[in-house]
């Protein structure tokens, strides 16, 4: 890395001073270089598959910094870049109050009006935000990612739960893993099983849906069948429950989240939620953006070893400005 952003320095035409650096264990590295004309630091996070580099230079215009930006993507290689561009001085203007911007993998950001901020909090586990909008109504942000609005309940927390009715298997015992905001919980009730089991393990979730989400949970926690678990949702299904129809509705990206290869996580949670399904239970689950074809992909491949008769379907998600994937299968039987 030392070699590749001296070398970057040079053909951009910037002047290095002095170079350092540190490898921490067990991963990451931060490299700081000082140039005449200020300096560049680089972080990587490589159980997140992610690199942060800030180029600050005091020069006239952005050439040099846009070349030697062209050169460490033509070195490094990364799969996506997102660019800031920002004027230091007096005034500085960065963060912008009336919005909020959700980031996507697929080439492009939604970038959401803030009607008004209803909560803004660090949780144990990430950033949790609710605003108001004036297109798509309440709207729940983790870590900046959006994850359900009230104008979804149509479409998502549907997609999520119709599959397994339209199949006419049991329905009695019904496992949601993650959906923290309530949506598929109230979803799943409509339909009348015997027990729905929510697994969230972020408490602050439901508590914020409860006051600020009415019109996404309703009065779902409230249900007798109802039953919340605060609990990883690796953890619970490292024992045997017999549920007739489990509903993943957690993330395929949790690099950020563990150090685990996600093929290793996901190969993982989906021979758990196999091991946890009666006979001819079901899965469904939210899979990607319709342009996140590497996940897409690779689901396709993964989940025939887990269970039979998958079947994708591709829904509008209005908050979501864009096409989702959604899955549905059932479970293969234990040879």
């Known amino acids: 890395m030392e ?25 990451g590295v931060t490299l700081i270089a000082i ?15 992610h690199a942060s580099i800030d180029i600050f230079t005091c020069g006239n ?22 660019v800031m561009e920002v004027h230091r001085g007096n005034p500085i203007e960065v963060k912008q109050k009336e919005w909020i911007t959700s980031f996507s993998g697929a080439g492009f950001e939604v970038k959401y009006h803030i009607n008004k901020l209803l909560l803004s909090k660090r949780t144990k586990y990430q950033q949790l935000d609710i605003i108001d909008n004036s297109s798509f109504g309440r709207m729940m942000f983790l870590d900046k990612d959006l994850q359900i609005a009230e104008s979804d309940i149509k479409a998502y927390d549907v997609a999520m739960v119709l599959p397994i009715i339209d199949r006419k ?21 409509k339909y009348k099983p015997e027990a729905a089991y ?29 039953h919340i678990i605060i609990d990883d949702a690796n953890k619970f299904l490292d024992e045997k429950h017999g ?12 690099e950020a989240i563990t150090h685990v290869d996600r093929r290793v996580f996901l190969n993982q949670i989906f021979s ?17 953006a319709e342009f996140d074809t590497e996940t897409h992909k690779m689901l396709k491949k993964m989940l025939p070893k887990y269970f039979k008769n998958i079947v994708f379907k591709t829904t509008f998600i209005p908050s979501f400005c864009e096409n989702w994937i959604f899955a549905s299968a059932e479970v293969k039987s234990r040879g």
């Open 35 to 49: 140039i005449s004309e200020s300096h560049i630091a680089i972080h990587t996070y490589p159980e997140a598959r």
């Open 243 to 254: 549920f007739d129809a489990v509903i993943y509705d957690l993330t395929m990206h949790p």
């Open 169 to 189: 298997n049991k329905f009695k015992k019904v496992a949601i893993l993650g959906g923290g905001d309530g949506g598929v919980l109230r979803e799943v009730l």
């Open 61 to 82: 215009g952005s050439a040099a910094v846009n070349k030697l930006l062209k050169f460490l993507k033509s070195k490094f290689k990364p799969k996506t870049v997102r």
């Open 272 to 288: 758990k939620i196999k091991n946890n399904l009666n006979k001819k239970g079901m899965v469904s689950m939210q899979c990607c």
């Open 198 to 226: 929510m697994v969230e393990i972020d408490e602050e979730v439901i508590k914020a849906a409860k006051k600020y989400m009415p019109g996404v949970c309703k009065k779902a926690f409230q249900s007798r069948k109802a």
């Open 3 to 27: 070699q590749a952003v001296k070398q970057g320095i040079k053909e951009s035409g910037l002047s290095l001073v002095n170079i350092t650096g540190k490898k921490f264990d067990p991963v």
